[in-house]
């Protein structure tokens, strides 16, 4: 069962245009999590999200927590080539250590 | 301060042979991850250390796959015997206990080719 459904699968747009992805689920998050990752390296943390309908912006970046804390959105403002690569959302359930659950992510390339 | 340090980066194996991952946290973390993750999908959490305990542990196939972390830093992750289905690229990762929000960060990952 996959717990985080994220859309679309793949997003191929012209550089300077804006998209959002989005990441679904049925369950309640305590916070839940962006991460980009690039061909050959691991991911890498983007922003951590914890409060229902909170809004985090990073440069052209901005991440929303969905008001019940079941789901998120990141959405790029005119989406540049290094914006290319797999983003991943993933989910806690609880505080610390708890481990995270990710979506199968959006696998995004920016054309120049 | 250096990153979550993992070699090999590649190895291709025959099916049936045995391989084995090792994984160097960032100084001081205290809870080391290895994910697997199979081209497409999102990282599925293998097993989980606190220091040398293991936390979680239960999407490891353990007739096959065994990890340890005997002195609470360093961590090898060995599959025995490998299978076809076994292709994948293995994450390691690590946290440290003051993260609130289990904040995690990634080595650059071993990609395993079973043939």
């Known amino acids: 069962t996959q717990l985080l459904e994220q859309s679309p699968q793949f997003l191929s747009i012209q550089e300077g245009e804006n998209l959002t992805v989005y990441c679904n689920s049925s369950?309640?998050?305590?916070?839940l999590q962006w991460y980009r990752q690039e061909p050959g390296e691991g991911p890498v943390l983007l922003v951590t999200?914890?409060?229902?309908?909170e809004v985090k912006k990073l440069k052209r970046l901005t991440f929303q927590f969905g008001d019940a804390r079941k789901d998120s959105s990141l959405h790029i403002t005119a989406a540049q080539p290094g914006d290319t690569g797999l983003y991943l959302c993933?989910?806690?359930?609880?505080?610390?250590?708890?481990?995270?659950?990710f979506g199968k992510g959006t696998r995004l390339s920016v054309i120049a | 301060e250096a990153g979550v340090a993992q070699s090999p980066r590649y190895k291709i194996i025959e099916k049936r042979q045995s391989v084995a991952f090792w994984c160097n946290p960032i100084?001081?973390?205290?809870?080391l991850y290895w994910y697997q993750q199979i081209l497409g999908q999102g990282p599925k959490l293998l097993i989980q250390?606190?220091?040398?305990?293991?936390?979680?542990d239960s999407q490891l196939p353990k007739d096959r796959f065994s990890a340890e972390r005997l002195k609470g830093v360093d961590s090898t992750l060995k599959i025995q015997p490998a299978k076809l289905e076994d292709s994948a690229v293995y994450l390691c990762?690590?946290?440290?206990?003051?993260?609130?929000?289990?904040?995690?960060?990634f080595g650059p990952g071993t990609r395993l080719t079973v043939l």
């Open positions: 100084s001081g973390h205290a809870t």
């Open positions: 999200v914890v409060t229902g309908g």
């Open positions: 250390f606190q220091n040398n305990g293991v936390v979680d």
């Open positions: 993933a989910g806690a359930r609880g505080s610390g250590n708890t481990p995270l659950v």
């Open positions: 990762a690590s946290s440290s206990l003051a993260g609130y929000y289990n904040e995690q960060f």
């Open positions: 369950s309640v998050f305590s916070s």
